[in-house]
């Protein structure tokens, strides 16, 4: 079966949107690459996922690049591809939600230290007028992860008052809690400030100049054709539309998950951020913007940055051999994307792991597989 996959289900070269670069074969003799198959293909024999695309780069070279297995199994089997496009979920945090932010702090629009009520005044009730927007950024902020589903299903309106409406439960920089309520509250911080919704800011400030032109909220039909599918919604596969079901609720735009997107585009954005670690700067980011937000800082159960994880509760994903400036996050699908300046190293790895029956797990892969790969770096 490992062998059956291996044949037929690697698909070698980026499509018609991808970068005009060389594919360093599997086979080219480099044991971190050469192991990379065989773990994924045994991953996808064991019911873990359906299928994967793998990616590794430096700031001007694809270093590998793979396509495994399917992208969908149910109602027909559909071949993965590297240009097929995935439901990033939580990755829309870093890449679009608090990109965007430090967008705004770089132009002077958002204070990361000022109080969230500064700019939401509605969000200030039950004591929440302490939290910072950093808070937010770091999860410290005291809200809780989710809310009840039932507080969305009346729309959007109705679902921000329930949220400004929400209590701590606990003090500000107290606890680490991850949360999806905190950064749905920096998308409507996005919109307040800019006076454009999150993804129209986002396409607008971030992806457009980068070219990522396949990298948006709601895809049209063309990208959702070939995107992966997840679960069932009211005995539907969902394909192309967003799996959260917060942000389904919300029209399919939220802080917290609804972005899409393909490994081409990640990595012209991931490239740009080690464009901006340089001293030039990039389309999008400072270096001195990009130096904030990816400055490690104390979550109290570890370290996290604005926006990305470093080392903490979540961060298995990201192997043992990074360097300690490496920063990343994962997705609830079955995403993850690490971005080293100090190696000059982007991994990408974008799976479905929810496809068919919502039960597999890759983030012990991921990580074995960066463990591998930055070894090497």
Known sequence: MVKTIAVLCLITLFCAHSLAEEVVPTNSGDPSYAKIEPLVAAAINDGQMPG??????????????????HRQLEPVAE?????????LASI????????????????????????????LPEFSSHDKNKILVSDLLLHISGLVPDNALADYRNGPQQAW???????????????FAYSDVGFI???????????????QFAKQEIFLPLGMEETSFNPGPQLSRRAAATEQRDGNWIKGEVHDPRA?????????AGLFSTAADLLRYSRALLAAAGES???ILSNQTLETMIAPRDIL????????????????????????????????TGTVLWIDPAKELVFIFLSTRLHPDGKGSVNDLAGELATLIAADN
């Open 52 to 69: 994967a695309v793998v990616v590794v780069a430096n700031k001007s070279k694809i270093l590998f690049a793979r396509a495994f297995g």
């Open 79 to 87: 071949p993965m591809t590297l240009n097929t496009v995935f439901d």
């Open 92 to 119: 829309t945090k870093p890449v679009a939600t608090a990109t965007s932010v430090m967008k705004l702090v770089q132009q002077g629009k958002i204070d990361v230290g000022a109080a969230v009520s500064s700019y």
């Open 161 to 175: 008052r329930r949220i400004c409406e929400l209590k701590p439960r606990s003090q500000r920089g107290e606890r």
């Open 185 to 199: 509250v920096l998308g409507k911080l996005v919109q307040r400030i800019s006076e454009l919704p999150l993804d």
């Open 248 to 256: 389904f609720l919300l029209g399919g735009v939220a802080g917290h």
């Open 281 to 283: 700067g990039s389309a």
């Open 301 to 332: 159960r570890g370290t996290r940055t604005y926006g990305w994880d470093h080392r903490s509760p979540y961060s298995k994903n990201r192997g043992q051999s990074f360097s300690d400036q490496a920063f990343g996050h994962g997705g609830f």
